[in-house]
């Protein structure tokens, strides 16, 4: 199976196909983050998620082989109409394989699709991949 980028709005999304507990979502997603030095700790990072998800924020994860392998918040300000990426965290066992850079522009892409046409990059590894592959903003 491909890399999949997938919004979801709810940690208790039904992403894991035949998952073998139940928060099994949620403690994943926590682990990558925990596992990420560039990252604060999972539980933070989740507890700003949920609270965005009140606000209609979403997150992004990146499912392989019905894992989450890959996740970064989707954040709207409300004051403007460009989306902020940020906590991007990748697998421990994927990083350096360019999955960061794949990843990011799934999710670029799902957002154009909605029709955001601006986004701001939060975090250095963000900032270059958007850089990189001109992915700051849509051209029209």
């Known amino acids: 199976m491909p890399l999949e980028a997938i919004a979801i709005n709810s940690l208790d999304a039904p992403l894991i196909k035949k998952p073998t507990r139940e928060h099994e979502l949620t403690e994943r997603l926590q682990a990558l983050y925990d596992s990420d030095d560039s990252q604060p700790a999972g539980a ?6 949920e609270q965005g998800f009140k606000r209609g924020q979403c997150l992004y994860v990146g499912m392989f082989n019905d894992k989450p ?5 989707c954040f709207d300000d409300g004051q403007t109409d460009a989306k902020r990426l940020q906590y991007l965290t990748v697998h421990a066992e994927n990083r350096n394989r360019a999955i960061d850079a794949k990843f990011i ?3 670029y892409d799902a957002e154009v699709k909605k ?3 601006q986004f701001v ?3 250095a590894d963000i900032h270059r991949i958007m850089t990189e592959y001109e992915l700051l903003q849509v051209i029209r």
């Open 44 to 49: 933070e990072v989740l507890s700003i998620i």
């Open 69 to 73: 392998i890959a996740a970064v918040g």
């Open 105 to 107: 522009k799934l999710v």
């Open 115 to 117: 029709g955001v046409r």
């Open 121 to 123: 990059p939060v975090g």
